[in-house]
């Protein structure tokens, strides 16, 4: 029984490494798309799609530059979460890379996507949706944060794994426009509209699925190696 147990913790482990290993290498597809952002040229991708109006309200261009380069940091800081043999190896590491992801998402990601919300394509749904992704995005991480200062290690693994998927509709955002379009042929406001939304409840409701089968659980067997600790 023990041995099966200990073939599914490292099957468990595996799995937390290749998805890790998926979201490294979005955030660094992704970082081609942010750095000719930096170029500073209105007209280019995105920002070609809003008009000059917006594009001129110094409050839209900070919280879109802000939002891109914070976006790419707590992505990759959210993946090395994931990562339990790096908690074996370095706990300290670890400390200070959910201290960036934090602090991503709470000082800069989170307020500069509130700020880019009021402008969102698409209209109120839209406006809405990104919304309220940012204000649940903001709540769950801090929460996170919380939980693991009060060494509630289970529930902050829980609370971890909701901020995380909120972090990861980005990457969803993107996966789901491009079936939507290849197998339902929809329109592009139609699609826009629905990821907006899909994104991020989408990923919730698989996050909260997997605390119901045991995510915490699983965690702290891989983070602490089956042994009932903290994070010191």
């Known amino acids: 029984m023990k041995s099966r147990q200990t073939d599914i913790s490292y099957l468990f482990e595996v799995l937390l490494l290749l998805f890790s290993a ?8 992704m970082a081609t798309k942010i750095v000719p952002y930096f170029k500073f040229e209105p007209i280019h991708g995105f920002l070609g799609t809003k008009t000059d109006r917006v594009l001129g309200k110094p409050h839209f261009q900070v919280s879109f530059y802000i939002h891109i380069a914070s976006s790419f940091f707590v992505m990759v800081a959210g993946a090395l979460q994931l990562m339990p043999v790096l908690y074996r190896q370095q706990p300290r590491f670890h400390r200070i890379v959910g201290q960036i992801y934090v602090i991503g998402i709470l000082v800069f990601a989170a307020p500069s996507g509130l700020g880019l919300a009021f402008y969102a394509n698409g209209g109120l749904s839209a406006k809405v949706g990104f919304t309220l992704q940012c204000l649940i995005w903001w709540i769950l991480t801090y929460q996170a944060w919380q939980l693991a200062r009060k060494k509630h290690w289970e529930q902050h693994a829980a609370a971890m794994l909701c901020s995380l998927a909120v972090t990861l509709a980005a990457m969803s955002l993107r996966l789901e426009s491009y079936w939507m379009v290849q197998l339902f042929d929809t329109k592009p406001i139609e699609t826009y509209v ?21 995510w915490p659980v699983w965690m702290m067997r891989a983070f602490f190696g089956g042994k009932e600790s903290g994070i010191g």
């Open 194 to 214: 629905t990821v907006t939304w899909l994104s991020w409840v989408g990923n919730l409701i698989i996050a909260y699925t997997l605390i119901q089968l045991g």
């Open 22 to 29: 998926a979201v490294f290498a979005f955030a660094f597809l």
